[in-house]
């Protein structure tokens, strides 16, 4: 999740989420819309926190990059079809038996 949420209440982010729908709406281009939101973000967060922020943000922003970048290279891939097989099966087992159990439990 956005370090927003962690850093700004509710009724922050509902005012910055109206802000950035505004700023679109009259046409404000991406950069003008970071900037009001920067500006806005100073307003109610003390220095120290906003540089909190801006670090929190910095390392979510580039995990979320890390996790598009990766190539499939990159990625583990099973060796053979069975090891794919094996990796689900397992898994719907587990679905399959909790579903069960809460049917039962339900009729």
């Not at 927003?4 to 989420?17: A, R």
């Not at 909190?52 to 910095?58: G, I």
């Not at 990625?75 to 069960?100: A, H």
Request: net charge negative.
């Amino acid at each position: 999740m956005s370090p927003l949420t962690t850093f700004l209440t509710d009724s922050q982010q509902q005012t910055l989420h109206q802000l950035i729908v505004s700023a679109r709406d009259a046409g404000a281009s991406e950069d003008m819309v970071k900037d009001s939101m920067d500006e806005y973000l100073a307003q109610i967060l003390s220095p120290d926190r906003l540089l909190e922020l801006k670090k929190a943000h910095d390392e979510f922003e580039a995990q979320r990059r890390g996790k598009r970048s990766a190539t499939p290279s990159e990625k583990q891939e099973p060796k053979k079809v069975f090891d794919i097989i094996d990796q689900f099966t397992s898994d719907y087992q587990k679905f399959y038996e909790e579903s069960s159990a809460v049917r039962n439990r339900n009729h």
